[in-house]
Nanobody, 122 residues
Framework: QVRLVESGGGLVQPGGSLRLSCIAS????????MGWYRQAPGKQRELVAA???????NYKDSVKGRFTISRDNAKNTVYLQMNSLKPEDTAVYYC????????????????WGQGTQVTVSS
């Protein structure tokens, strides 16, 4: 069993900062890419930032220069530092990880967290 748990969401004023964390736990052999997605009401889920095990990053254009994704491989944790937040960043943020389980080596499974709400409002 593998589980992803996000934390760090909340209410913040425009221009403020938040740091999201996502911890993967369970029978994990290794983790390939990890990333953050978000879904605003009435909109599709979209990629915000992704980070491969090799260190390559990919960001949504509107968050470049404001958000930073990082990971601690020893702790199976991925972070999203969000600065200069805007009201349009308001959404539920989801963590995703591509995980190889110890029981099934060589097969990559996609796992999602339950989501954490980020609200940017004055």
């Amino acid at each position: 069993q593998v589980r992803l748990v996000e934390s760090g969401g909340g209410l913040v004023q425009p221009g403020g900062s938040l740091r999201l964390s996502c911890i993967a736990s369970g029978s994990i052999l290794s983790i390939d890419a990890m990333g953050w997605y978000r879904q605003a009401p009435g909109k599709q889920r979209e990629l915000v930032a992704a980070l491969t095990s090799g260190g390559s990053t990919n960001y949504k254009d509107s968050v470049k220069g404001r958000f930073t994704i990082s990971r601690d491989n020893a702790k199976n944790t991925v972070y999203l530092q969000m600065n200069s937040l805007k009201p349009e960043d308001t959404a539920v943020y989801y963590c995703k990880a591509d995980i190889i389980r110890t029981a099934v080596p060589g097969v990559i499974y996609n796992y999602w967290g339950q989501g954490t709400q980020v609200t940017v409002s004055s």
